[in-house]
């Protein structure tokens, strides 16, 4: 009877020494990855770039076995969470828009703040740090912008980009109507008829303020479209016109790829088609330049004239410029005021653009312009920029 009993306790000690073996193990010292509780926090989920936990971890917990076969295990201690090691940087694409209370930005991720950026603004991304993006604002400036204070959009099938802004007023009608006012309008209700159609469309400028030409590009090349339309109305006509005077720009210069020349022609080409057809169902006293039409424009260099095609086509962005009607002729201006009419335009831009996108069209109304020297406009560049904040 007692050497049963003294088997049994032999049996039980075994037991005991055999079960509490893992957890020796991971009580080991090694090389292995932390628990997992202090990791989980390690991915921000909006960026998906690794950081530093924004809670305090543990050191993990200590184990020991007395001879016994007990397991005793020592009290875990609270440790400071671990920094992001210095420039901990992630090449990232995209297009940064603010939310509704602002966005706050700093020289470098987690720095001190150095202004709050207006809501809506849309800016190029190229990199994260933790909660943190760097971003090309709309003058420019290369700065950081806390990634919770607004949302990224990872790419667009279009990218409209509503001309001038802020103190760059472009043209103004005879009686007061400016370009930079009527162009974020149409852009915006392109942009509704282009989601309607289930087109993924972002605005490079989404109210007024002065934007760059760089800046607005690098919106574009951030979200890598299939098409970049710039939006604008003109000015300075060569004469009275029997059809509306409406002009689109594709891009050109020694510096495209062929391919893409021909690409950037066809959305030129489809949009004129589509606007021309639109206007014409209105009458006014047109007026227009002598090559009106779907067109390209070289400059001196060899290489396209206008600054935002021509830094378009260095990305690789299929681009085109189009100019809708003339806001400086007091017919068409009037026009130009009416809701309908402005919604027809944006209708008409997105046909041409979802035709672009889906179909082999051609698009039509093709010139050879003709030679110019005078400067179609300044702007664009970043001498007097502020950002709006």
Request: charged fraction near 20%.
């Amino acid at each position: 009877m007692n050497l049963r009993v003294l088997f049994l306790l032999l049996a039980i000690t075994g037991m005991a020494c055999s079960s509490g073996s893992p957890d020796g193990e991971r009580a080991a010292p090694s090389t292995s990855a932390p628990p997992a509780e202090t990791t989980s926090s390690s991915a921000d989920p909006e960026t998906s770039v690794t950081s530093a936990p924004t809670t305090a971890s543990f050191e993990p917990a200590t184990t020991a076995t007395t001879a016994g076969g007990t397991t005793t295990t020592a009290t875990a201690k609270p440790v400071a969470p671990p920094q992001p090691p210095p420039g901990k940087r992630v090449a990232a694409s995209g297009a940064f828009v603010v939310g509704p209370s602002g966005a706050a930005v700093a020289a470098e991720p987690g720095g001190r703040v150095l202004r709050r950026l207006r809501a809506g603004v849309v800016m190029g991304v190229d990199a994260l740090d933790g909660g943190w993006a760097h971003v090309t604002t709309p003058c420019e400036n290369s700065l950081w912008v806390k990634t919770s204070d607004g949302h990224i959009e990872q790419t667009a099938d279009v990218v409209l980009d509503p001309g001038h802004g802020g103190g760059e007023p472009g043209a103004v009608g005879p009686t007061g109507l400016s370009e930079k006012e009527l162009n974020l309008v149409v852009a915006e209700m392109t942009a509704e008829a282009l989601r309607a159609e289930g087109v993924r469309v972002v605005l490079a400028r989404t109210s007024d303020y002065r934007q760059s030409l760089a800046a607005r590009v690098a919106v574009a090349t951030s979200l890598e479209p299939k098409a970049f339309v710039s939006i604008h109305h003109n000015a300075a006509p060569d004469a009275p016109w029997p059809k509306p005077g409406t002009e689109t720009y594709y891009q050109t210069g020694k510096s495209v790829p062929p391919a893409k020349v021909a690409e950037s022609k066809r959305l030129a080409g489809l949009i004129y088609e589509e606007v021309l057809k639109a206007l014409s169902a209105y009458s006014a006293a047109w007026v227009a330049d002598r090559d009106a039409g779907a067109k390209y424009r070289l400059g001196d260099s060899g290489d396209d004239y206008y600054g935002i095609l021509r830094r378009s086509a260095a990305r690789g962005i299929v681009a085109s410029l189009a100019e809708l009607a003339f806001i400086s002729n007091p017919s068409e201006e009037a026009l130009l005021q009416r809701d309908e009419v402005r919604r027809a335009m944006a209708n008409a831009l997105s046909r041409g653009i979802v035709r672009f996108l889906r179909t082999n069209d051609p698009g039509s109304g093709f010139t050879t312009p003709y030679p110019r020297t005078e400067p179609a406009g300044g702007g664009g560049g970043t001498e007097g920029c502020v950002d709006p904040t």
